[in-house]
């Protein structure tokens, strides 16, 4: 254990990494509900969706441990399974062609990590458009929560207004709403997960939760339900290149925040880079080819760090608790089957991308408009790669008026072209 992942030269110890990994799969552990809930509503059979979500998490996490050496989890990523359920339900295609897209990004995630190019691409998107993303998706996943619980609804004359708070629904995901928030406040660890927990209880309770067993053996695994030629028949390239966008900005994005969190860092530089940044791309293949929405790198994982975990051996732990949940899918397809016990953590997950808008320029128009138009479009056109296009589209436009258009990266021309492109022929 000492040699594999270097516990002395890491001034940690056993027994603080497994207790940093039982610390990071509670912070995290609301996926493993919340996503089968969310890709169920897009017609993707509960049990396909609940165990890719674990195999997927597992493999990346097992990468991240044994590989790269990191305390760091992989699993399904928040607003991009919003997203799949999103493409299915607006652009008229099944689920086995969006499962197609993520297929594709995920093997084109894997090329770009063992190149240059990922870093490359990286470097050329301007900052402002990075933080618009994470907070665009932030609201629509936000409002995707507030739609599940009833807290706001349809209507005719204005879309939306405000929902019956008088439901059952509603008060219960407004109730568990405010527990996960005062569970929070009070830094409590695994909150987001214990919130949901004490909302299932009282869901119970008020008879609205029906409980058909809570252990059973793990359900059967399902190969390859995608269809990749019928990406290429509807044209979803927009599609496939959102889905390799924003796993391509949250991951990179985690990996430094929690490395540098963790003082792993050497010179501003990655080491053992490769590794890390193929265990989500494996993670996003693997749980395409199962049934899942793409991977990535999770942010909670900064809770095992803030408990003094700093190797492999936390990864490792986590992973092993994601594993063990296979043998509880009657509990978590109860609570996932009642939307007030997993809206609150969809609003509340929401909040946390919000914090990238603190690090744009809105003072300057041709940094803050690409930005807001970004921001803005994903949660009004219910599609997160509409507010990437417009915002590709608007950046070089108001720089090259401005007399900026130097300074923005040829890369940034060439996808702008081809958002147009695809927004006016094939939307």
């Not at 195999?55 to 990191?70: E, P, Q, R, S």
């Not at 990749?228 to 390239?237: A, E, K, M, T, Y």
């Not at 925040?257 to 996003?284: H, I, W």
């Amino acid at each position: 254990m000492e040699r594999l992942f270097n516990l002395k030269e890491l001034e940690t110890n056993a027994k603080t990494e497994v207790v940093a990994g039982m610390t990071t799969f509670m912070a995290m552990a609301y996926i493993l509900v919340v996503n089968p809930a969310i890709l169920s509503s897009a017609g993707v059979p509960f049990n396909q969706v609940f165990m890719a979500t674990i195999i997927a998490a597992v493999t990346g996490t097992l990468i991240m441990a044994l590989f790269a050496n990191y305390p760091i989890a992989i699993a399904p990523g928040m607003g991009l399974n919003a997203y799949f359920a999103s493409v299915v339900a607006t652009q008229g295609v099944s689920y086995q062609i969006v499962f197609g897209t993520v297929f594709l990004a995920g093997v084109l995630f894997l090329l770009l990590s063992i190149t240059k190019l990922r870093e490359m691409l990286i470097e050329s998107i301007p900052e402002s458009i990075k933080h618009a993303i994470t907070s665009g998706i932030g609201l629509f996943i936000a409002f995707l929560g507030l739609k599940m619980a009833g807290i706001v609804a349809g209507n005719k004359e204005t879309l939306v207004s405000i929902g019956n708070l008088h439901q059952p629904g509603t008060l219960l995901a407004i109730a568990g709403l405010f527990i996960t928030l005062i569970l929070l406040a009070r830094k409590v660890k695994g909150a987001l997960f214990i919130g949901m927990l004490v909302t299932a209880v009282i869901g119970y309770f008020m008879g609205m939760l029906k409980l058909n067993g809570v252990v059973s053996a793990p359900p059967p695994l399902v190969f390859f339900d995608m269809d990749i030629s019928g990406v290429f028949s509807h044209g979803l390239f927009t599609v496939v290149f959102a889905f390799l966008l924003v796993t391509l900005f949250d991951t990179t994005g985690t990996l430094i925040g929690v490395t540098e969190q963790a003082g792993l860092m050497k010179n501003g530089k990655l080491p053992r880079a490769k590794a890390a940044l193929s265990a989500d791309a494996v993670a996003t293949t693997v749980g395409a080819a199962l049934g899942t929405s793409p991977s990535t790198a999770y942010i909670e994982s900064s809770t095992g760090v803030a408990a003094g975990g700093r190797s492999g051996l936390t990864a490792l732990t986590a992973g092993a608790l994601m594993l063990s949940a296979l043998f509880f899918s009657p509990l978590v397809s109860a609570i996932a089957s009642l939307p007030a016990i997993t809206a609150p953590a969809l609003i509340i997950v929401g909040c946390y991308m919000m914090e990238g808008l603190a690090k744009i320029n809105w003072r300057e128009l041709d940094e803050a408009f690409p930005a807001f138009i970004t921001i803005l479009a994903m949660p009004l056109t219910s599609s997160i790669a509409t507010g990437i296009a417009l915002g590709f589209i608007t950046y070089p436009i108001i720089k090259l008026v401005s007399g900026k258009g130097k300074n923005v990266h040829a890369l940034i021309y060439v996808f702008g072209i081809l958002f147009a492109i695809q927004l006016y022929f094939f939307s």
